[in-house]
């Protein structure tokens, strides 16, 4: 029998009824859920200011024109040719580095890719306008870095080939006069630049050191070649973002006494130098300059062998590491940036010049010591 009747279950008068709201908790519990919902979707979805830069592909100068590890290809060629001298075998690698960047001013990285790249330590997140200066394309960048490549190319076969022993007019040449400089009513484009103060120009380092000597309180006396003329002129340089200048843009002119060929495509910067010299001076020599171990390196150069900082140096180490590298070759003036950034398992020397990475490559090829090699510190 039931303890109620039908007039029991009848519903209480209004004004008798509790209204029960859901719990707070609920109520705060899906706000957050909707939060998280949106900001997801701006964080997937919203560009963000930077780009990322990461290890990018790895080439080794002695082999073919095709990344490191990957299966051989019958259309691959070799990198470095000298086809009109004797080259010798070689073994091991001199690989070459580049860094890849994910995004551009007009299709950036989202933020989530930005947040993972800042935990990962062979990634570096940079602000666009750092790597794309406001006003330049990204078809005008690659076409600035493979210009660059060329002249990094050939200053390489300059620097092998002096270091050689090998004789061939080269010439310091002015490639551009900036407006309203000193410059402006001395030099012409194509003047060879020959001497500042009766002190020899071999290269744009030295043109630069003795321009810096000089200071702006005195003119220079420049020694210069014009359509084959020999002239002096002075001129007083000036300051210009904290450097003294003469207000030109200074480049080489080579003529080699033989063909060097780099094979490269799709790769632009200055930043491989040191290793197409390292290449091409392993090809002409007998001998296995690396011992036939895999070392890996960076750095621009110069025909006077002077090896000059670069960008991207930490992407650049991971990016040897994965590729087998357990030796690194690395500009000097690169050590702030490396120290405390050093895989695992990779050995990094410190080198200013071309003769110091031949002496560190001497000391890995016979197992010698290493000690009295310059390198940059662990940690």
């Known amino acids: ?35 998280a919902f949106v900001l997801t979707l701006i964080l997937a979805l919203v560009p963000a200011p930077y780009v990322i830069e990461q290890p990018g592909p790895v080439y080794n100068t002695l082999g073919k024109d095709q990344l490191v590890g990957a ?31 994910v995004g551009n001013p007009d299709q950036r990285p989202n933020w989530f890719e930005v947040a993972r790249a800042w935990f990962d330590p062979s990634q570096a997140v940079l602000p666009v306008d750092v790597v794309f ?12 870095n493979a210009a660059l490549m060329v002249d990094s190319q050939q200053d ?18 002015v490639k551009q006069i900036i407006k309203g400089s000193p410059a402006a009513s001395v030099f012409k484009v194509d003047d060879e630049i020959v001497s500042v103060n009766g002190k020899p ?19 220079a006396e420049v020694g210069i070649v014009r359509d084959g003329v020999a002239s002096t002129v002075s001129i007083t340089p000036a ?37 197409f010299a390292l290449g091409i001076i392993d090809k002409l ?41 357990t030796y690194f070759l690395a500009p000097q003036s690169n050590c702030d940036e490396v ?22 490559l001497q000391a890995v090829s016979t197992g010698g010591s290493t000690a009295g090699l310059a390198t940059c510190p662990a940690s």
Do not use: C
Request: net charge negative; no cysteine.
């Open 1 to 35: 029998m039931s303890l109620f009747t039908d007039d029991d279950l009848q519903p209480l008068p209004e004004e008798e009824r509790v209204r029960v709201a859901p719990p707070r908790r609920v109520v705060i519990g899906w706000s957050l859920v909707a939060l």
């Open 71 to 101: 299966t051989p290809s019958p259309d691959a060629k070799p990198l470095i040719t000298i086809p009109d001298k004797t080259t010798y075998p070689t073994a091991g690698s001199l690989d070459l580095l580049t860094v890849s960047v």
């Open 133 to 144: 200066p406001p006003g330049t394309t990204t078809e005008q960048s690659n076409a600035q």
């Open 156 to 173: 390489a076969v300059a620097a092998a080939l002096n270091d050689l022993g090998y004789e061939f007019p080269e010439a310091v040449a």
């Open 201 to 219: 120009v071999p290269g744009v380092q030295t043109l630069r050191k003795l321009v810096a000597e000089n200071g702006v309180d005195k003119p």
């Open 239 to 275: 300051k210009s973002g904290g450097q003294t200048v003469l207000g030109i843009g200074a480049g080489m002119d080579y003529t080699f006494p033989f063909d060097v060929k780099i094979q490269l495509d799709n790769v632009g910067g200055p930043s491989a130098g040191q290793m």
């Open 285 to 325: 020599t007998p001998g296995k300059l690396n011992g036939g171990e895999r070392v890996a390196g960076t750095g621009t150069i110069d025909n006077e062998g002077n090896v000059g900082a670069i960008g991207g140096i930490r992407q650049k180490m991971y990016g040897a590491r994965s590729a087998g590298a």
């Open 339 to 360: 120290t405390g950034h050093i895989p695992r398992g990779l050995k990094v020397f410190a080198v200013k010049t071309l003769d110091d990475s031949l002496k560190a």
